[in-house]
């Protein structure tokens, strides 16, 4: 039976609030569809894939103070120079964001893919994250059918979300099914065709007068003798 693809995208729009805490918050699961089960009717899931193409974080942290910028001197070297990024990116205050996977189930058993620190940057209002970049170096994520994503707020020293603080989590992904058509079953007539009628004829040795017209001035017509019918029994007319 023939197999096609059906390709569909889908949005991530997920917003974490001072409620979320520090709970791991499922953004992306992919229990929703099934090998085996219909997609369409008459069309069964034979396998199934999902990419993930963009996902970043959105974060104004406007509970903490401002990050002050690296200090750079004429004489520092590249390797320098990165390190006082770093300084500034892990040592000031912030608030610390966790990324998960986890094999999907009843259970989720999530694993640590990566972290970033959300500042509140000195001279802008906001960050962008590009979550991706924690997960893959490829311009796509590939999760297979049996993949879930998981976000949590970690507490590194300044607290969770606090009510001014801003995250909204954004992407999208594309979902790409393989289906099977599956021809209906024709239904089957089972009614009982209408029979015939079954006509006894009394068969006898002597001529049979139908009162019919003459013949011979005999008075016969018709004449049926035992020796044109097999068996002697009965003569079916249909």
């Known amino acids: 039976m023939p197999i096609s693809s059906v390709n569909r995208a889908r949005s991530i729009v997920i917003p974490l609030t001072v409620n979320s805490g520090s709970s791991i918050i499922p953004i992306y699961r992919s229990s929703e569809l ?8 008459d069309h069964t899931i034979v396998n199934y894939n999902c990419f993930f193409k963009n996902l970043k974080a959105f974060a104004e942290i406007s509970s903490l103070p401002e990050a002050s910028l690296p200090n750079f001197k004429l004489e520092d070297s590249d ?4 390190y006082k990024v ?14 998960y996977i986890s094999p999907t189930g009843n259970n989720l058993d999530w694993s640590k893919v990566g972290s970033i620190s959300m500042l509140n940057p000195s001279g802008y209002p906001y960050r962008i994250y590009n ?11 590939e999760l297979g059918e049996n993949s879930a994503i998981g976000i949590g707020i970690d507490d590194v020293g300044y607290g969770l ?6 995250v909204t989590i954004h992407g999208s992904y594309v979902e790409e099914i393989f289906v099977q058509y599956t021809e209906p079953q024709p239904i089957v007539n089972l009614t ?3 029979r015939q009628p079954i006509i006894n004829v009394n068969i006898t040795s002597a001529p049979i007068n139908t ?15 035992n020796n044109t019918l097999v068996g002697n029994e009965f003569l079916i007319a249909n």
Do not use: C, H, Y
Request: proline residues 5%; hydrophobic residues 35%; negative net charge.
């Open 34 to 41: 099934t090998v085996g089960s219909e997609l369409i009717p």
């Open 79 to 82: 390797t320098d120079k990165l």
């Open 86 to 99: 770093l300084d500034v990116e892990w040592n000031s205050p912030r608030k610390q964001m966790t990324l």
């Open 131 to 141: 979550l991706m970049d924690l997960f893959t170096d490829n311009l796509a994520l």
């Open 161 to 166: 979300l606090e009510t001014i603080d801003k």
């Open 192 to 194: 009982v065709p209408e």
């Open 211 to 225: 009162g019919g017209g003459q013949d011979g001035g005999n008075g016969l017509s018709t004449l049926i003798g």
